[in-house]
């Protein structure tokens, strides 16, 4: 029950005290987010760590001059692949390939295969497909934070251009996707710290369903997936 009582304790804290958190801490939350999955294990995002007050202070002014920008002790900034090709994809595949002892070949057909269904889906699709993966990551940081008793704002209110923009991320092939300032409650001048944490009902929330309940019609793939991964 460890994890829900930490998800039950954090919340999208709106005032920090910019107490520093201890480095300890940010690379256990880090680490965290680097063991995050993702898609064909691409790790299509990196984040950039951020403790520099006068480069917060900018960054401040691209995000609606949200005050957790420079009251906290870290901010996280999540940066994603904007493109996929065969070179990018290459490099991540040979090194997990040396790290197991493999030949490079050995995903040659599986790189294949998603390379096609990437090019098919264009640039734009592949942006949008790396962006979702980095908020995987992004997940497992603020549940990590959560179980460091660090608090953390999910935010996506910045404006991602300007961002890429003052960060030199234009040209390198990342946009910024989401950011996760990291630091500690300001608990007499956040309105919402002692406010009732609410959710939907588990009841509207989770549903089972049951063959009786799904669609008949759906054709069926005539390949499993080895076929259609060695085509």
């Known amino acids: 029950m460890s994890l829900l009582n930490d998800l039950q304790w954090r919340y999208a804290t709106k005032k920090m005290n910019g107490t520093r958190v201890p480095e300890e801490k940010i690379n256990y939350i880090l680490e965290a987010a680097r063991m995050a999955p993702s898609s064909s294990g ?3 995002y990196k984040i950039i760590v951020i403790s520099d ?4 202070e900018k960054i401040k002014g691209v995000a609606y001059n949200q005050s ?6 870290h901010l996280l900034v999540f940066a994603a692949w904007d493109h996929y090709d065969d070179e990018r994809i290459s490099k991540v595949f040979n090194y997990i390939m040396d790290e ?3 030949p ?3 995903m040659n057909a599986y790189k294949e295969t998603i390379m096609d269904l990437y090019e098919k889906s264009g640039t734009e699709w592949q942006a949008h497909h790396a962006a979702k993966q980095s908020y995987i990551s992004f997940a497992i940081a603020i549940a990590a934070a959560a179980e460091q008793k660090v608090d953390a704002t999910p ?3 910045f404006i991602p251009e300007r961002l890429d923009e003052l960060l030199k991320l234009k040209g390198t ?3 910024s996707t989401v950011i996760l300032p990291l630091g500690y409650r300001d608990g007499e001048n956040d309105w919402l710290v002692n406010m009732k944490k609410v959710r939907t009902p588990k009841e ?3 549903t089972e369903m049951n063959i009786t309940d799904a669609v008949d019609t759906v054709e069926p793939m005539a390949e499993n997936l080895e076929a259609f991964v060695q085509k």
């Open 42 to 44: 691409l790790q299509q």
């Open 53 to 56: 007050k006068a480069l917060l």
């Open 68 to 73: 957790q920008i420079t009251d906290c002790s």
């Open 100 to 102: 197991r002892g493999l």
């Open 104 to 106: 490079h070949s050995t």
């Open 155 to 157: 935010m996506e209110g």
């Open 173 to 175: 092939g990342y946009k």
């Open 204 to 206: 509207e929330f989770i």
